[in-house]
């Protein structure tokens, strides 16, 4: 079973940028597309973005997808996800998430426990 952390989140002025990372541990990293999500205080958790287990195809938000970068380095067993021009709405802890190739592979099932992203206008 996969085991995932987050890393990287802070405190950052608008237009900002930040590279979140998310260490994966447990299981084999290329067997899983993985995902971020983030949450929002007050709103439910939500997508915002996704990448296939070799990083062949990739998909967003539409309202991250000019600003936000998802990659993953397989041999490092890590998943980042870059976020430039950071703005006050992106506040929010941000999780990663797996899933799994073999079994849910469209469903992510195992989280980690999130890191802040706090941006001040």
């Known amino acids: 079973q996969v085991k995932l952390v987050e890393s990287g989140g802070g405190l950052v002025q608008a237009g900002g940028s930040l590279r979140l990372s998310c260490a994966a541990s447990?299981?084999?990293?290329?067997?899983?597309?993985m995902g971020w999500f983030r949450q929002a205080p007050g709103k439910e958790r939500a997508f915002v973005a996704g990448?296939?287990?070799?990083?062949?195809?990739?998909h967003y938000a539409d309202s991250v997808k000019d600003r936000f970068t998802i990659s993953r380095d397989n041999a490092k067993n890590t998943l980042y996800l870059q976020i430039d021009s950071l703005k006050p709405e992106d506040t929010a802890v941000y999780y990663c998430a797996a899933a799994a190739l073999a079994t849910t592979p469209t469903l992510y099932n195992y989280w980690g426990s999130g890191t802040q992203v706090t941006v001040s206008s």
């Open positions: 447990g299981g084999t990293f290329s067997l899983y597309n």
């Open positions: 990448i296939t287990w070799n990083g062949g195809n990739t």
